[in-house]
């Protein structure tokens, strides 16, 4: 078994398809080990996409980020990464696979609905960013 950190992103929440995506991650055979609802300060978007600092877009998607509440989720799965990673699709909506999460709810390479780890060592860093070990042990 293998956990990921997978975000409703704002754009997604404010178009109130949290349900419908929800629903992709049930029927897609994912547990769901945690989730909440959080509202993030640009520090707390700086912070956690802290690896993207000097790509020239980090303002922008920071602020976005930050922009309004966003669902943040702790999914488990055989290949919980990259099973993830497929159901969402490509970052830009517009190549994304039809079917996918971000080709369906994603309105353009930024506001594309979902966020998801990208491999082990982001996936446990960013689990630890939203969730205190008490709320994932023993689930
Ligand atoms: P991901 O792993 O598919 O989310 O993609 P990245 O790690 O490359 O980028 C992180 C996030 O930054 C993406 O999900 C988008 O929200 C945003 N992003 C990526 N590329 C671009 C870009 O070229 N322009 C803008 N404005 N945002 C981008």
Do not use: C
Not at 4 to 16: E, Y
Not at 85 to 104: F, N, S, V, W, Y
């Amino acid at each position: 078994m293998e956990r990921t950190l997978a975000i409703i992103k704002p754009d997604a929440v404010a178009a109130q398809h949290v349900g419908a995506i929800l629903q992709r991650i049930e029927g897609a055979g994912f547990e769901i080990r945690a989730m909440r609802l959080v509202r993030l300060s640009r520090a707390d978007a700086e912070g956690f996409y802290a690896v993207h600092r000097e790509r020239p877009f980090f303002g922008s998607l920071t602020a976005f980020m930050s922009s309004g509440p966003a669902v943040a989720l702790a999914l488990e799965a055989p290949e919980a990464i990259r099973k993830w990673r497929e159901l969402m699709g490509a970052t830009d909506p517009a190549k994304a696979d039809a079917g996918t999460i971000r080709r369906d709810f994603g309105g353009s390479i930024e506001h594309n609905a979902t966020h998801g780890s990208d491999a082990p060592e982001t996936a446990a860093f960013e689990l630890a960013y939203f969730f205190a070990g008490v709320e994932l042990a023993g689930t």
